[in-house]
Every structure is written in structure tokens, then in C-alpha cells.
């Protein structure tokens, strides 16, 4: 059965230290990978995805995955956080019809 | 704003009572997911329609149902409501892989 295993629930980070967030899922096919945030209040966004070419994608707000396929791993990296990256990061992986959410990892960001 | 609607944004109920979330998806989108989140188990995948077809079962309670309409609304039902239950209930959709979700909606069951 298909599932992703995020590892840290939660991380506490100051401004500009650098944030890694992993992600390993489980299944035997192709897959498209994705990192979502939901910000404090709000609904969850597309921070960045994968379904193939360059295992080091880059998304927005200067965040960057990296598939690894032989770890089954999606890591979500940000060279230096701000205050206002203060939020819950979903990984997410698709494959097949269904879409399957990570517990979620939320990271507070202190100014 | 990701162009998908819900209502209502807030729900407040009791025990044993019924209700219906709605859920309006991006002009064009075909999918529709529905999704609840709350703090003992995260984001939990309901169900997803497509084009009116139920595609997919996650974690869906047989008290809860959904279905998608020819204008590609969909409702989510939940009955016979537990204090449990009490969570956010996100719609998504999609029309290839990528999901956008709409602002949620709070239900709370006293």
C-alpha cells in the first residue's frame, strides 16, 4: 500500500538557518511527488512538484525538493528561512488515482 | 485564491445530526477530493470524484458520503455526527495531478 513518512512533526529554526524536511513514501510505480504548505489559518498551496526530468526541482519562495529514487525519497530544503516560512509542509505523493498526504511537519521560524 | 469554493466556512452542530459541506471546484477542473484535517490525524484523503465517478476511497467512514454532480459541485455528508469528528474538511481539484484546495470548511460537533 502506498504511504509517505515525513519525519520531523515538528522543527524549530532561527531566521536564516538552513531548513531540510524529509520525505519518504512508499510504492512500487511511477509517481509524482509534491510539497504543499498551509500557512497559520489558511488553506494548503503548491509550494513545488516533481513527475519527471530533473530530480532537483525548484519551487517557489526559493524552496527546493530533491528526488532521490533509489531512497524513495523527496527532501524539501530552503537555504535560509524567514519568519514568514512559519507554517505546516505537506509532502504528498500521487500514484495511480490516489493522493496521499504525509502527517505534515510544522515548522516555527523565530525572528 | 485558488478558485475553489466551500461552504460554509463554519459548522456548528451536535451529536448525532447530519449535515452537507459543499464544494465548488476550479472552472475546468474534472476532480474533486475531499479531505479531512484534523490534529490527532493530520490530512486524511476522503474520496475523489471525477467527471461525476467515484475514482478513488481513502479513509471515508460509512457514515459519511459524497458525490459530484453533473455541474461538477460536489457535496460531502456526514451523519450521525460524533464529537470525533469535529475537523477541517478541505475540498481539492484538479485536472492533471496537481491539486488546488479551497479555504475549508470548520466543523465543529458539541
Known amino acids: 500500500a502506498q504511504s509517505v513518512s515525513q519525519h520531523n512533526h515538528h522543527v524549530i529554526l532561527s531566521e536564516a538557518a538552513s531548513l531540510e524536511l524529509g520525505c519518504n513514501y512508499s510504492?512500487?510505480?511511477?509517481?509524482?511527488l509534491f510539497w504543499y504548505v498551509q500557512y497559520p489559518g489558511q488553506h494548503l498551496q503548491l509550494l513545488l512538484k516533481?513527475?519527471?526530468?530533473?530530480?532537483l526541482v525548484k519551487g517557489i519562495k526559493g524552496f527546493e525538493a530533491e528526488f532521490i529514487k533509489s531512497k524513495f525519497s523527496f527532501n524539501l530544503r530552503k537555504p535560509s528561512v524567514q519568519w514568514s516560512d512559519t507554517a505546516e509542509y505537506f509532502c504528498a505523493v500521487n500514484g495511480g488515482f490516489k493522493t496521499i498526504f504525509g502527517a505534515g511537519t510544522r515548522l516555527f521560524v523565530k525572528a | 485564491d485558488s478558485g475553489v469554493t466551500q461552504t460554509p466556512k463554519h459548522l456548528i452542530t451536535a451529536t448525532g445530526q447530519r449535515v452537507t459541506l459543499r464544494c465548488s471546484p476550479r472552472s475546468g477542473d474534472l476532480s474533486v477530493y475531499w479531505y479531512q484535517q484534523s490534529l490527532d490525524q493530520g490530512l486524511q484523503f476522503l474520496i475523489q470524484y471525477y467527471n461525476g465517478e467515484e475514482r478513488a476511497k481513502g479513509n471515508i467512514l460509512e457514515r459519511f458520503s459524497a458525490q459530484q454532480f453533473p455541474d461538477l459541485h460536489s457535496e460531502l455528508n456526514l451523519s450521525s455526527l460524533e464529537l470525533g469528528d469535529s475537523a477541517l474538511y478541505f475540498c481539492a481539484s484538479s485536472t492533471e495531478d496537481e491539486q488546488f484546495f479551497g479555504p475549508g470548511t470548520r466543523l465543529t460537533v458539541l
Open positions: 516533481y513527475f519527471s526530468g530533473d530530480p
Open positions: 510504492y512500487g510505480g511511477t509517481v509524482n
